[in-house]
């Protein structure tokens, strides 16, 4: 997998998945997307932000394990390959990020964007949320092209259409099921 690539994961229904993990099945419908979570993988490490945790690196064997087989990985690699200026200022973004509090408001502000008091002009970064979360890692080595975009509340089909609106990830077809 190369440095940089976008990992996103949809569920396909099941009953006994939906029971246990409505989240994910609210999120594609609630945005209309086909993806429930996105992360990142870059310099050996998947990261993501999650509910639970926060904003965590693991390797990304690890997080196929941990995943139901009734879940799709989708993977997104950059259009070029990453320097290793690029690398290098990513891996430090991502890991300052490590540890902080998921956003749920925030991340439920990305299911309804349309709602009035959800501000999408006030960058905070004291707590993260996946699409967040890979967004910034993203904005900070492409500053040119994402400046002007604010993630408060994007989600994840947001954040892989403007990826790859501004040509930094294409889809490679990679389709990987979980093992859990």
Not at 38 to 61: L, R
Not at 62 to 78: L, R, T, W, Y
Not at 129 to 155: D, E, G, M, Q
Request: with cysteine.
């Amino acid at each position: 997998m190369k440095n940089g690539s976008v990992i996103a994961f949809h569920s396909n229904f099941k009953l006994r998945h939906a029971i246990t993990k409505p989240l994910h099945y609210l999120i594609q419908w609630g945005t209309g997307s086909k993806f429930h979570h996105v992360g990142i993988y870059c310099d050996g490490y998947f990261y993501e932000a999650i509910g639970k945790d926060g904003v965590k690196k693991i390797k990304f064997k690890q997080k196929q394990d941990e995943i139901d087989a009734c879940v799709e990985i989708h993977v997104f690699a950059p259009e070029k390959p990453l320097t290793k200026d690029q690398v290098e200022r990513m891996v430090i973004d991502l890991d300052s990020q490590l540890g902080k509090k998921y956003s749920i408001l925030e991340a439920l502000g990305s299911v309804l964007t349309a709602v009035v008091f959800f501000d999408r002009d006030e960058i905070k970064t004291k707590k993260q949320f996946c699409s967040k979360l890979v967004f910034y890692a993203y904005r900070n080595i492409y500053p040119n092209k994402l400046n002007h975009i604010l993630p408060r509340t994007i989600n994840p089909e947001e954040l892989l259409k403007i990826l790859k609106r501004f040509k930094l990830i294409k889809e490679i077809g990679e389709v990987i099921n979980g093992s859990a």
